[in-house]
């Protein structure tokens, strides 16, 4: 039955995506493939293979955004885009990935998540032959060689090769978290946060190191233990000399150097050179106290504090080993004196 059923479905030679009718398959390659692209933008010149898709791209211009959640007010351009939105306050996630189990809103995020299983990587720069599995992922990657970085954050300067990235970093700035976990209502601001947070809770670690073949919930925490086995650490610090394995961890580092404080306390107005450092501090005013004792369910606010309490717990355990065995030495020595006298 089932290779009646696969001899039934058409794919694309190009993307491999499945159809069901030939007729689908043809309207695909033609609109997604084809170079053809006729409806063209009057105001910025972009072209379109769909005339739908170029009115759905007018109302950019326009400001035309007639669809309004019901639940937060916010408005779309688009009814598919403000349907998918109000998953968020459903919970709704109805697509599931057979493999892992794990759920989402949309069919076309469980395709790409379904890569992460079949390591199917279709879409290629040009330039480095470096390849992608999400188209959109290959179009950061170009800015890599363009170098440009059009979109300028107002608060702080910092510029961005996508809108959609600057539109995630101005909520450091505001401190706006639109994305809430339905398990734990820990809130997020960006969605990416969110989807890797939820790992914690489905215990996905689909990201495998081929050395030692330990496995992470995150691609950059594989990355950054794969430094452990190369030892390479290309990032130099201009100042002290210190090297780094990670860009990132040099950009950190050298504000060490400037006293930059760049992520600041809504509540209290205090600095910090890191967000990490941020986030931790926010525990003061929420009370939160993640990091629990499994000897005596004592909670504490940072991981550092929990390990100098467990330390207590071990000159505990040594000091009472210590006083058994001076006991029975003491028992021992008692023995011996009565056996000579």
């Known amino acids: 039955m089932s290779s009646e059923i696969e001899n039934k479905l058409h794919q694309c030679s190009v993307c491999q995506k499945v159809f069901k009718k030939k007729s689908c398959l043809t309207s695909h390659t033609k609109l997604v493939h084809s170079l053809e692209k006729p409806f063209k933008c009057s105001e910025c010149l972009k072209a379109f293979s769909r005339k739908a898709n170029l009115q759905i791209h007018q109302k950019l211009h326009t400001g035309e955004r007639p669809h309004q959640c019901s639940v937060c007010l916010k408005a779309f351009a688009q009814k598919s885009n403000l349907d998918n939105h109000q998953k968020l306050h459903t919970g709704e996630r109805p697509h599931q990935c057979s493999v892992c189990l794990n759920s989402f809103k949309r069919k076309s995020h469980l395709l790409d998540h379904l890569r992460v299983h079949t390591k199917e990587r279709p879409y290629q720069c040009s330039e480095c032959l470096k390849t992608f599995s999400h188209k959109l992922s290959l179009n950061k990657h170009l800015s890599v060689h363009s170098g440009e970085r059009p979109h300028q954050c107002s608060e702080c300067l910092k510029t961005f090769a996508q809108k959609s990235t600057l539109i995630d970093h101005m909520r450091v700035h505001s401190g706006k978290k639109p994305y809430q976990c339905p398990q734990c209502k820990k809130a997020f601001s960006r969605k990416s946060y969110l989807r890797m947070h939820l790992r914690v809770h489905t215990k996905e670690r689909p990201y495998q190191c081929s050395e030692c073949l330990k496995t992470f919930s995150h691609k950059l925490s594989l990355n950054r233990h794969l430094s452990v086995h190369s030892g390479e650490k290309p990032h130099q610090c201009s100042e002290c000399l210190e090297t ?68 207590s717990h071990a000159r505990k355990k040594k000091k009472l080993q210590c006083s058994l065995s001076y006991r029975r030495l003491g028992l021992i020595t008692g023995s011996l004196t009565s056996m000579h006298t």
Not at 267 to 287: E, I, N, P
């Open 244 to 311: 780094f394995t990670q860009k990132s961890t040099l950009i950190c580092h050298m504000r060490v150097h400037s006293g930059k404080k760049t992520y600041q306390c809504l509540q209290c107005k205090k600095a910090f050179s890191r967000k990490s450092t941020l986030d931790m501090h926010m525990r003061v005013h929420t009370g939160e106290k993640p990091h629990r004792c499994s000897k005596c369910l004592r909670a504490f606010a940072y991981k550092s504090s929990l390990i100098c309490h467990l330390i």
